[in-house]
C-alpha cells in the first residue's frame, strides 16, 4: 500500500512579501465588488483585470523569462493563486492558461508554439479553454471520439467537444482528438492540438446551467483544417501529457476555496450581530478546521510540486475532500441564516442563492468524486 | 522525516511490535500492568522525549514526539505513554526534575501552603491515575500556569474507558513535593491532551486503514475478493482521505506548538476537531470493511476503534473545540479569517 505524503512546507521569505503586494492590489482593485462576483472567484471572467495581473507579473510566474514568465518559485505562485481565491477575484478569463495550457506547451510544445502562445499568456491577454470531454465521454477520457485525420502537413477535424468552459470567450482550445483507433488500447491513439477558434468550421454554441449563466459551452467542428505544426507533442501520444495536464487542474488552491468568499460574507455576518447560537459557532468552527487542514495539504501539494516531485495521488486526496467542503458550504450558509435566498437580493444573499445553485458541479469538473477515489483506491494498492 | 524522527519511528515501531502483542492487551485490558512493555519504553527513553537533556531527557521538539504520541495509536498502547510525555514536559517547562516512571496530568485548583502549594480539589477523570505514583497537577496562574508534582494520591472513582485504559479522582493530603511556573496558556490540560489524543488517533485511522485495506484483499465473497468491489474502494479511499487530513492537522499543530506553546491554541483545536469528527468517520468504515468478524473480541480491530471512540471526545471533542474556533472566527470576522488561515 502506498501511503500519501503531505510533508510540511514552508513558505519562503519571497512569497510573503509577494502576500503583502497581492493583498493591497486587491484591496484597492476590489474595493467595492459584489459579493455575487466574488462568489464566482475563478469562474469570474474580466479580461482587464487579467491583463492587469500581467502587467505586475503574477501570470505564467513560474515560466522562463524568454517565454514571458518570471522564473519565480511555484510557491511564490501558490500565494499569489490562493490571495487572489480568498478575495474572490475575477481569475477565470487567464486562469485556464495559467494552470495548464502553458505548462502543457513548456513540457511538450515545440518552440514556435512557446514563442508563439506564452508571453501573450503571461500578459494576460491570450485566453485558453480546455476542449478534453464529449457528449459521450465525460469522466471517461479515454472514449474520446472527435477525429482528427491527418492530411500528409495538416489535420482535419469533426466531432463535438461539451463541457468547454470558456470557449465562447477564448482565444485558443487545447483540445484532444483520436487520430487512431487502436484495438484493445483505448488510451493509445489520442493526440493533443492547439486550435485557434477563429479558425473556419467551428461553432461555439454557450449552455445555460441551472444557475442561469452560460460559462460552459458546446464547440462542433466541421472540416476544420489545423495546420500539423500545431499538434502539441507526439502523434498518438496524448495520453501521458492529458494525464499530467489533470494533476495541475487538480493540485491548486482552487480546489478548496471555490466557497470560500461566501465563508468569509457569512463569518461577517454573524460578525455583524450580537449573539450566536452554539450551533453556529460550531458550524463554523468546523468548517475553518477544515478549511485550516485543506490549507495545510494544498501548501504540502505545491510544496511537492516546487521540488520537482508528482504529487497526483494526494492532489486527488485535496480535490476530494475539497470539493465535499466547498459543496457543504452553501448548505451551511442556507441552515445557518435561516431564509431563503431571493435572485436579486445582493449581497450574501445572492452570493449565497448563485452557490447552492453551482455547487453540484464542484464534485465533477476536473474528474467526478467516483474517479477521484478511483485513483485513491489505486494508490492504496485496491485496484 | 528528519534523522532523530526515523530513529524514534523505527525504534518504537520494533519495540511495539516485539512487545505488545495480543495476549499483552488482553491482560492490559483485563486491568494487568504490562510491566515488561512499560520497561521497554522506558528503557528507551520515550517519555523522556520532550524533557531537556539538562534535565536527563532527549530535548527533542514536538514534530519529533509526535511520532511517539502517533505510535501510540498506530500500536494501540496501553500505556500512559502520551501522558508520560506531556506530562514530563510541563515538569520540564516548570523548571523542576522528572521522575522515574509512568506519569499523567490534569486540571487542578493548587493553592500555596507556605513554601509549597496543596491540591484542593479531587483531581477527576485522571487517566492512569492509579497506574501512576506521580501526577503532575495544573492550575491557571497570573503568569500561565502553576505546575506541581505530587506522590502516592488516594484514588476513587475507579473506571475504564472505551479503551479499556484505567482512569480515576485522586486526592492529596500532603503537599506537591515540587511545584514551579511556567508560561504556558490558561488551559494547558485541555489544549496538551487534546493534541495527544489527536495524534493518537492520527496513528490509529493509518493503523485501521491498513487492516482494512488488508482484509479486504483476503475476504472473498460472490467469487471474488471484497477489495474488488468499487463501493468498498471508495469507502477505503474516504478513509484514506480522512486519516491523511488528520496526519496533516497534528503535525501542523506540532509545528505550531513548537514555535510557541502559548499561541498555538487554534492549530490545536483544528487538529482536535478533525480528528474527532474522522475518528468517527474512520472506525465506522473500518468496521464495515471488515463486516462481522472486525464485531468480534476474538480478531482485535477492536483495539483501535475502541480507542478512536474513546480518545474523539476526550479532552474536548469536535463541538467544543469548533465552538472555540468559531467564536474567534465570528469576534474576527470575515477579513480576519483569511488572514489566520493563511498565517500558518
Partial sequence: MQTFRFDPCDLPDTALALRSDVRAFLASELDGFPARKRA???????????????????????????????ERSALDRYVVLEEMLSAGAPVAAHWIGDRQSGPLLLNYGTEQQRQKYLPSIARGESFFCIGMSEPDSGSDLASVRTRAESTGDGWVINGTKLWT???????????????????????????????????????????????????????????????????????????????????????????????????????????????????????IGRAVAELATLRQMSVSVAGMLDAGQNPAL??????????????????????????????????????????????????????TREILRGIIARGLGLR | MNELQTMLSDTANRLFTDHLQKPVREAAEEGQWPQLLWQAVEENGFGHVLVSEARGGAGAGWSDAMVLLRACGTHAVPLPLAETIVAAWLLDQAGLDVPEGPLTFAQSDLQPDGDSVVCTVPLQAVPFAAQCKHVVAV???????????????????????????????????????????????????????????????????????????????????????????????????ELASHAASVGVAVDAAARAIEANPRTAGFDIAVAKVRAADA????????????????????????????????????????????QRLGKEAIKGGGKELWTTIAAR
Fill in chain 1, 40 to 70: 464566482e472567484t475563478w469562474m469570474g471572467w474580466d479580461a482587464d483585470f487579467s491583463r492587469k495581473l500581467g502587467e505586475r507579473g503574477w501570470i505564467g510566474m513560474t515560466w522562463p523569462k524568454q517565454y514571458g514568465g518570471h
Fill in chain 1, 165 to 283: 468552459s470558456g470557449a465562447h470567450r477564448a482565444h485558443v482550445m487545447i483540445a484532444l482528438f483520436r487520430t487512431a483507433t487502436e484495438e484493445g488500447n483505448r488510451h493509445g491513439g489520442l493526440t493533443q492540438f492547439l486550435v485557434d477558434l477563429d479558425t473556419p468550421g467551428i461553432t461555439i454554441r454557450p449552455i445555460r446551467d441551472l444557475s442561469g449563466n452560460a460559462h460552459f459551452n458546446e464547440v462542433v467542428f466541421e472540416d476544420v483544417l489545423v495546420p500539423d505544426t500545431q499538434r502539441v507533442g507526439e502523434t498518438h501520444g496524448a495520453w501521458k501529457q492529458v494525464t499530467a495536464e489533470l494533476a495541475y487542474e487538480r493540485s491548486g488552491p482552487e480546489r478548496y476555496l471555490s466557497c470560500y468568499p461566501l465563508m468569509a460574507e457569512l463569518v461577517q455576518e454573524m460578525h455583524g450581530k450580537s449573539e450566536h447560537s452554539s450551533r453556529d459557532e460550531i458550524e
Fill in chain 1, 314 to 367: 494526494e492532489a486527488s486526496v485535496v480535490k476530494d475532500l475539497g470539493a465535499v467542503l466547498e459543496q457543504r458550504i452553501p448548505g451551511l450558509a442556507t441552515d445557518l441564516l435561516g431564509r431563503p435566498f431571493h435572485l436579486g437580493a445582493g449581497g450574501i444573499d445572492e452570493a449565497a442563492a448563485y452557490l447552492v445553485q453551482n455547487a453540484p458541479s464542484f464534485s465533477l469538473r476536473g474528474g
Fill in chain 2, 139 to 237: 492550575s491557571p496562574h497570573k503568569d500561565g500556569v502553576r505546575i506541581a508534582l505530587f506522590v502516592d494520591g488516594k484514588s476513587s472513582n475507579e473506571v475504564t474507558t472505551i479503551a479499556r485504559d484505567p482512569v480515576a479522582d485522586l486526592t492529596y493530603n500532603a503537599p506537591a513535593v515540587s511545584h514551579g511556573i511556567a508560561q504556558l496558556p490558561a488551559d494547558t490540560v485541555l489544549q496538551f491532551g487534546a493534541v495527544v489524543r489527536a495524534a493518537g488517533i492520527a496513528g490509529a485511522l493509518q493503523a485501521v486503514l491498513l487492516q482494512a485495506v488488508q482484509y479486504a484483499g483476503d475476504r472473498v465473497q460472490f467469487g471474488r475478493p471484497i477489495s474488488q468491489f468499487q463501493a468498498v474502494q471508495h469507502q477505503l479511499a
Fill in chain 2, 279 to 322: 475518528a468517527q468517520i474512520g472506525a465506522s468504515i473500518a468496521h464495515q470493511t471488515h463486516g462481522a468478524i472486525g464485531f468480534t473480541y476474538e480478531h482485535g480491530l477492536h483495539f483501535w476503534t475502541r480507542r478512536l471512540w474513546s480518545w474523539a471526545p476526550e479532552f474536548g471533542g469536535a463541538a467544543h473545540w469548533a
